[in-house]
């Protein structure tokens, strides 16, 4: 691997020569310290001190709506409107993992070009960070990346080290070759190794996502699923903010005056009531309970059984986002024997305010 | 020759292929028979798929939905569905006259393990709409006759009105290679001559077996499932021997949309032809 030395200071000019051709993605202060990735016009407002943004990168790749296609009688005209050159600069290593989940998923057997074009016209820029309390990635591995990324930004002190990890990301750096330096000295490399070993010392949480797959068969028939049921809202939120929740639905829009028709592809979860319903009412998931003891197979059983790691990148993001505590780390702890109540505990406080 | 899981559109599976009605009539008071060609001419005669494959359709405005094809690949060109009406797709299906077109995408899911049926004695077990997929692997016997031995059908349906491909049924008992057996819960018309109770009620009829050389292969409604591997296990059937078709939501067919998710599985890339083995390994399956 290539690793290059950024002064701190020429990562802004670096930025805005690169995305001259592309839209610039980064992350934005929204509110309450939470962050959404957006399309830079302001360079001073990237804000990288942060944690997972509201949405996952998914939302850039695969809109949460896109036209796939108009369809008339007799033919058919695709719609790539969506596929547009992107630059993603400030997405941490747990995002990273899921893209790499996401590309393996949308070329397993058939090839989902929705997907790959908008995946090939974009370069991956990641960036370090610094867990916060919700942060399970060194649970799931993907707390730090080899791979999936064209540049990876770790931030030491007064410069970044810039790792190359693509033949893109190469050209990139070519693009201003003066503000990078070959000389790594060894007081760098300390500094990133003593940043490493704190990094790892700052994760409070830990869970141990090995055991899940024998505990998700041996607790199948557990009442704890009943319990998680009946607090459901199935409200779909842990979907639209989890990066590898891929689930869509497709819509046929008629245009009102012509004889033809827009098909739509929009995120769908699997939480949702009528999620698996068939023609003729036929439902094989009316219950609440079912349907999250699927959402958790995909996440902590079938994907470990199948890759050899969970579909869970540990982002924490459900965390933040399920109104009634339901998340990776509740169901985890809950599989794990401890107290299964815990998840109403915020919510009967809210109603009790 | 189990599918090849490629679907007809190489560069883009989620585009159809438009397909134009050449036959439809009536099958029962619900139940529509449709036969459709490819409008190209070309991608008519080279469209390959295998029996217990499906397709999705859909009509312009209405959407799109994943039916069992009814033919067999032994006589391509054309392509089979049998359609109930009983929602927004099949509705607007069941408006379609001949020569209309509608959108075509597949062939999807896997098929009926062909090659570890020959030689083998086939018994095929269909309820109500449990025809449509399995009457393609039937008539593919039947076309291939001396690649099987001893073939069966049990058919079972509510009412003589209701049984689907009922006439065709009918004259396959003019034939001396094949066994076929037909019942009906009830006779509301006074004139059915063959069975009359629900299709268990036909398994007496069947010729001895031999267990570990014979095939069984099952769809119809969820109740009858329950009976009929009761029976087929009680047969001493192995369980990897007994085959069924299943039905899911699906979106793309292609194991995107995941809404046939079942485990680690999706219906429409591992199946929708299961072994009672996967059924019971599986959970959720039946």
Redesign the interface.
């Known amino acids: 691997m290539r690793i290059v030395k950024l002064k701190k200071e020429n990562l802004l000019p670096f930025l805005e020569v690169i995305s001259e051709k592309a839209d610039l993605w980064a992350p934005v202060k929204k509110y309450n310290d939470r962050h959404v990735f957006k399309i830079i016009e302001d360079y001073s407002q990237i804000d990288l001190n942060c944690t997972s943004t509201i949405l996952p990168p998914k939302k850039i790749l695969l809109p949460p709506s896109i036209n ?2 108009k ?6 005209e ?1 719609d790539f409107s969506h596929v547009s050159p992107n630059i993603l600069f400030g997405i941490h290593s747990c995002d990273i993992h899921a893209l790499l989940i996401m590309d393996r ?2 070329s ?7 997907y790959l074009k908008a995946r090939k016209n974009t370069l991956i820029l990641g960036h370090s960070c610094w867990p916060d309390e919700n942060c399970l990635c060194k649970s799931t591995n993907t707390h730090i990346v080899e791979e999936g990324y064209d540049l990876f930004f770790s931030e030491l002190e007064n410069n970044y080290l810039v790792w190359i990890g693509s033949s893109q990301g190469d050209d990139l750096i070519r693009v201003k070759p003066a503000s990078f330096d070959e000389n790594i000295t060894d007081n760098d490399i300390q500094t990133f190794m003593r940043w490493g070993e704190e990094r790892n010392k700052a994760f409070k949480t830990e869970i141990n996502f090995n055991a899940m797959p024998d505990l998700m068969e041996l607790k ?1 028939r557990n009442p704890l699923w009943e319990k998680l049921g009946a607090a459901c809202l199935a409200c779909g939120s842990c979907s639209n903010v989890c990066p590898t929740c ?7 829009e ?1 245009f009102l005056n012509e ?3 827009n ?1 739509i592809r929009c995120w ?1 979860s ?1 939480t949702l009531e009528n ?6 009412g ?1 439902n ?2 009316k219950k609440s309970a ?1 349907r999250l003891k ?1 959402w958790y ?2 996440k902590l ?3 470990i ?2 890759y050899g790691k969970p579909a869970c990148v540990g982002c924490g993001r459900c965390i933040v986002t399920c109104p009634v505590d339901i998340n990776v780390k509740t169901v985890a702890k809950a599989l794990n024997g401890e107290d299964v109540d815990a998840f109403w505990n915020r919510f009967s406080k809210e109603v009790r305010k | 020759m189990n599918g090849e ?1 490629k ?1 007809f559109n190489q ?6 292929e ?1 397909a134009r009605i050449v036959r439809t009539y009536y099958l029962t008071e619900d139940v529509k028979f449709f036969q459709v060609r490819i ?1 190209d001419m070309k991608k008519a005669l080279s469209f390959r798929y295998c029996a217990g494959q499906f397709a999705m359709i ?1 009509v ?6 994943p039916f069992s094809i009814s033919s067999t690949p032994s006589r391509p060109g054309l392509l089979e569905f049998c359609i ?1 009406k ?2 927004t ?2 509705n607007a299906i069941f408006r379609l006259k001949e020569n209309d ?1 509608i ?1 075509l995408r597949g062939p999807f899911g896997n098929s009926f393990p062909i090659e570890r049926m020959i030689n083998k004695d086939i018994i095929i077990v269909m309820g109500g709409l449990g025809a449509a997929p399995l009457r393609s692997v039937l008539l593919y016997c039947l076309d291939n006759r001396d690649q099987f031995r001893r073939v069966t059908l049990l058919h079972g349906a509510k009412r003589p009105a209701e049984m689907i491909f009922r006439e065709e049924f009918f004259s396959l008992k003019e034939r001396d290679d094949l066994y076929c057996y037909l019942a009906v819960d009830e006779d509301d018309t006074g004139k059915w001559t063959e069975n009359t109770g629900v299709v268990t009620t036909l398994f007496p009829l069947l010729e001895k077996i031999d267990p570990s050389n014979t095939f069984s292969l099952v769809c119809g409604p ?1 109740i009858m499932y329950k009976f009929v591997l009761k029976e087929l296990v009680n047969l001493n059937l192995p369980k990897d021997q007994i085959l069924m078709t299943l ?3 699906m ?2 067919g ?6 046939c ?1 079942i ?2 599985i999706y219906t429409c ?1 591992d199946g929708p032809v299961f072994t009672y083995w996967d059924v019971i390994h599986m ?2 399956l039946i």
Not at chain 1, 275 to 280: F, K
Request: charge should be negative.
């Open positions: 796939m296609f369809a008339t009688e007799k033919s058919y695709e998923f949308y397993y057997i058939f090839d989902d070009p929705y199948y891929n689930c869509y639905n497709v819509l046929d008629p004889e033809c028709s098909i769908d699997c999620y698996s319903e068939v023609a003729g036929e094989f998931r079912d699927l197979t995909h059983q079938a994907y059984s199948k | 899981n679907s560069t883009n599976p989620f585009i159809p438009p409008a859909s312009l405005g209405a959407g799109e939905a109930r009983v929602g797709v099949t077109l959108g969820p039905e899911r939501r979106k793309c292609v194991g995107k949309c995941g809404h998710a485990d680690y890339l959970r959720e």
